[in-house]
T-cell receptor, first 111, second 115 residues
Framework: GDSVTQMEGPVTLSEEAFLTINCTYT??????LFWYVQYPGEGLQLLLK?????DKGSNKGFEATYRKETTSFHLEKGSVQVSDSAVYFC??????????FGTGTKLQVIP | DTEVTQTPKHLVMGMTNKKSLKCEQH?????MYWYKQKAKKPPELMFV???????INESVPSRFSPECPNSSLLNLHLHALQPEDSALYLC??????????????FGPGTRLTVT
């Protein structure tokens, strides 16, 4: 079946550091890929998405590129802020409505 | 309006109580979802409604009973829950069925505690 693997957290960075959160996936077909963010005490918010190979999703300074050859969708940001501290979920959707989530990566940004 | 609303925000209930969670969206979406999320875990799918019909039940115990009265509203009726059912319950919606980039929009969740 489909699966998503994310790097273990927590990831602790200083403000303005470069962020990479790795995500790889296994799927039988051609899934759509997503990054969701969950701030403490809140629901999930869609951060960005990509629907086909080589697509780049971007939002709020975050970006990720759909790499079919490496089955990856790594999340990057050039300069993180304290307000980016949250849990980030990589996810894929293939077929009828069901989304497969990764285990989540907690990001802590310190001033 | 890209918002999914959920009420109540917090709920404490005893094991013999009956309560309901409510979810509403006004984006014209035709698919709605219930998820359960335990601490430090990803959301787990419980139910999917498509065009107001139950399309997926992930083998959820019958003490959880979903209802979709109309295309904008989704309820989750709770009865005789167990303490291990304590979790954050998330509602989500998406434009419709089928493949493609139909991202899901999530509500803020209901934090449920079963005593």
């Amino acid at each position: 079946g489909d699966s998503v693997t994310q790097m273990e957290g927590p990831v602790t960075l200083s403000e303005e550091a470069f962020l990479t959160i790795n995500c790889t996936y296994t799927a039988t077909g051609y899934p759509s890929l997503f990054w969701y963010v969950q701030y403490p005490g809140e629901g999930l918010q869609l951060l960005l998405k990509a629907t086909k190979a080589d697509d780049k999703g971007s939002n709020k300074g975050f970006e990720a590129t759909y790499r079919k050859e490496t089955t990856s969708f790594h999340l990057e940001k050039g300069s993180v802020q304290v307000s980016d501290s949250a849990v980030y979920f990589c996810a894929l959707r293939e077929g009828y409505q069901k989304v497969t989530f990764g285990t989540g990566t907690k990001l802590q940004v310190i001033p | 309006d890209t918002e999914v609303t959920q009420t109540p925000k917090h709920l404490v209930m005893g094991m013999t109580n009956k309560k309901s969670l409510k979810c509403e969206q006004h984006m014209g979406h035709r698919a709605m979802y219930w998820y359960k999320q335990k601490a430090k875990k990803p959301p787990e799918l419980m139910f999917v409604y498509s065009y107001e019909k139950l399309s997926i039940n992930e083998s959820v115990p019958s003490r959880f009973s979903p209802e979709c009265p109309n295309s904008s509203l989704l309820n989750l009726h709770l009865h005789a829950l167990q303490p291990e059912d304590s979790a954050l319950y998330l509602c989500a919606s998406s434009p419709g069925q089928g493949t493609g980039g139909y991202e899901q929009y999530f509500g803020p969740g209901t934090r449920l505690t079963v005593t």
